[in-house]
């Protein structure tokens, strides 16, 4: 009996202990072989609290120049002219001049962009009407586009059909006079009787 009973024990295995014993070679390649994948993916997108991985990327434009932005002389108009002048054009009786049917506005392109560059000061008579205020200077606050816009619109609005200014006229005049004072109603008449 003792022969069978060593043949049964040779047979069984050892107990299982628990214990610290380390884990397989095999674990530790593929533990590491994920915590090196994980890291790769973070490092390349989770943006490492920048904003620049919440935007989203623009694809490049490659027809055409660059894109000129329009300016509408109504809303320049809108914004910067129409409380004096009114939005139809014809100002406030005995403080600000009209600008619907005014000579200052239709005949010389130049005069109005004069104005509007380099503001008015002084006593001026329209349409038979002496009005006696100042206009600020835009020279710094709109562009040559802006200007062109606004006079264009001036020109061709409540009534009055003159010609177009282009954005040219106005940097060629804005070059021409540099910085300079407020004009008077003298000096744009000795200019306009000059042409």
């Known amino acids: 009996m003792n022969e069978i009973h060593q043949r049964i024990v040779a047979r069984e295995q050892e107990e299982p202990e628990e214990g610290f014993e380390p884990p397989p070679w ?13 890291g790769f993916y ?13 935007e989203v990327e623009q694809p490049a434009v ?3 120049g660059a894109v000129k932005r329009s300016v509408k002389g109504d809303q ?13 054009g014809v100002g406030i009786p005995g403080q600000y001049p009209p600008l619907a049917g005014s000579e200052w506005v239709i005949n010389d392109p130049g005069t109005p962009i004069r104005v509007v560059l380099y503001g008015f000061e002084g006593s001026v008579t329209v349409k038979g009407t002496t009005y006696n205020n100042k206009m600020p ?8 586009d802006e200007i062109a816009a606004v006079v264009t619109h001036i020109r061709s609005s ?3 059909a003159a ?4 954005s040219g006229e106005v940097e060629t005049l804005r070059a021409e ?11 744009l008449q000795t200019l306009r009787t000059k042409k």
């Not at 200077?137 to 040559?144: G, I, R």
């Open 62 to 64: 490659t027809v055409g």
């Open 158 to 160: 409540w009534g009055n």
């Open 76 to 88: 320049v108009y809108a914004a910067v002219c129409q409380t004096c002048h009114q939005a139809t």
């Open 163 to 166: 010609e177009k200014v282009t």
């Open 42 to 54: 973070l490092g390349r997108y989770g943006g490492s609290w920048s904003t620049v991985a919440h």
């Open 26 to 38: 095999w674990v530790w390649a593929i533990s590491v072989l994920i915590l090196f994948v994980m």
């Open 137 to 144: 200077a835009f020279y710094e606050k709109l562009s040559e």
């Open 177 to 187: 006079l540099g910085v300079r004072a407020p004009w008077s109603a003298s000096e």
